[in-house]
């Protein structure tokens, strides 16, 4: 079936520490997307990636698009207590249908 | 004002009763889908339209129905609920020109 592997499940990181989860697909996907849950909160949009080997930053966040189209990351520098939350990637095989990993959740120590 | 709702919110249930759970959205997107949270499981999707009077079924579709008779109301409703469809129901529309999932605020369901 088509799925989409998320590491790690979750994170626990010191205030100032860098954050990267991961995103696998066993094929190629056609994009994926990122989202953020904050505790208590509905899933929110980030960013969408369509190209083979794409990179975008929006301030301290880093996604990457993997060269095959079937890996993808998203790298938080510098972590703040706002960044607390569970981090989703979400795979389209070209259907329509946003298949969802596990999500990463992200606790910050401060 | 422009958005995604759902109700209600929160609801107890017994099982064996027949639940429905609401959506409605004021973009007139095409697509919609609805999915469950459960920890450890993240969101995976029960059934989705891509527009009136076309549905799909998801990942998980069992137990669960649905109907999209206009296109800002998608319903689910689950025919006889058990204890295992205790958990968080995300309705979501599709921004086809961006590829954006917008999600309604959750309705959180208990079977007991």
Redesign the interface.
């Known amino acids: 079936g088509q799925q989409v592997m998320q590491i790690p499940q979750y994170q626990h990181v010191q205030e100032g520490e860098d954050f990267t989860t991961y995103c696998n697909s066993s094929t190629t996907l056609s994009n994926i997307q990122w989202y953020k849950q904050r505790p208590g909160g509905h899933p929110v949009f980030l960013i969408q990636l369509v190209k083979s080997g794409e990179v975008k930053k929006q301030k301290r966040l880093t996604f990457q698009f993997g060269e095959a189209k079937k890996n993808s990351s998203l790298h938080i520098t510098a972590t703040q207590t706002t960044d607390v939350g569970t981090y989703f990637c979400a795979g389209d095989f070209g259907n329509e249908k946003l298949t969802f990993g596990t999500g990463t959740r992200l606790t910050i120590i401060p | 004002d422009a958005g995604i709702t759902q109700s209600p919110r929160y609801k107890i249930t017994e099982t064996g009763r027949q639940v429905t759970l609401m959506c409605h959205q004021t973009w007139s997107h095409s697509?919609m889908?609805w999915?469950r949270q459960d920890l450890?499981?993240?969101?995976?999707?029960i059934y989705?339209s891509?527009a009136a009077d076309i549905t799909d079924k998801?990942?998980v579709p069992d137990g669960y129905v649905v109907s999209r008779s206009k296109t800002e109301n998608f319903p689910l409703t689950l025919e006889s609920a058990t204890r295992s469809q205790t958990s968080v129901y995300?309705c979501a529309s599709?921004n086809r020109a961006?590829?954006?999932?917008?999600?309604?605020?959750?309705s959180r369901l208990t079977v007991l």
Do not use: N, Q, S, V
């Open positions: 697509y889908f999915y450890g499981h993240g969101l995976r999707l989705y891509a998801g990942e995300f599709r961006t590829g954006e999932l917008f999600f309604g605020e959750g």
